[in-house]
């Protein structure tokens, strides 16, 4: 029978998750202070990629076609002009480190057991599905061959749920 006491092993648990992220942030710690050091700030960072990806993606969807035919050549027009070019740059770099961050901050919210705070960890997971979703849905949006690809897999990934009609794939292929 294990006889250690159940508060113990939650401490242990916190500990070691602790000790493992203190060893792999100190690589950091040789260029970056301690309140500097991005490891440290993973929540705020991935706030801040959201708002640099929501105001940059305000400013392309301005300049952006949503009528299907014209959606790719109204994407390279952007790519076209130096400032533009350079707004879809960030939103691309942006969303992207958004997602990588994202993904650091829950794996140092499980490791740290941080994830005992039951309505942060939901409040977070929520967020990150939904910034997930918005990440496919957005590279759709540019739709060359690897946008309809990704459209159709989601597509037929989505129609094995019987609430979506599997035809709504065929969208996805060339007229
Ligand atoms: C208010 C919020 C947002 C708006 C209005 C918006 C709008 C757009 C538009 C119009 C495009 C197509 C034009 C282009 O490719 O340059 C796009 C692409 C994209 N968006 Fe967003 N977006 C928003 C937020 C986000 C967020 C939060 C993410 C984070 C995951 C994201 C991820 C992407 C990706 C990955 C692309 C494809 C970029 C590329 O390959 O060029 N977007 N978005």
Redesign the pocket.
């Known amino acids: 029978m294990n006889t250690t006491p159940l508060t113990q092993t939650h401490n242990d648990e916190q500990t070691k998750g602790h000790q493992f992220f203190q060893k792999f942030s100190s690589f950091f710690g040789k260029i970056y202070t301690t309140e500097s050091n991005p490891l440290y700030h993973l929540g705020g960072i991935s706030v801040l990629l ?1 708002t640099i ?6 400013y ?2 301005i ?2 076609n949503i009528n299907p035919r014209h ?1 790719w050549s ?2 390279q027009a ?2 076209g002009n130096f400032f533009n070019g350079w ?2 740059t960030i ?2 770099y ?3 480190l ?2 990588i961050f994202m993904i650091l901050h829950l794996v140092h919210t499980l490791i740290t057991s941080k994830y005992k705070r039951l309505l942060s960890w939901v409040s977070g997971i929520i967020s990150f599905l939904i ?2 979703l ?9 739709w060359d061959q690897k ?1 309809k690809l990704v459209g159709y897999l989601t597509a037929r990934l989505f129609s094995t749920l019987p609430i979506f009609d599997p035809s709504i794939a065929g969208a996805f292929f060339d007229e």
């Open positions: 959201f990806a929501c105001i940059s993606g305000i392309v969807f300049f952006y959606a109204s994407v952007m790519s707004m879809r939103h691309r942006s969303s992207d958004l997602v910034v997930i918005i990440g496919i849905t957005g590279f759709m949006l540019v946008a």
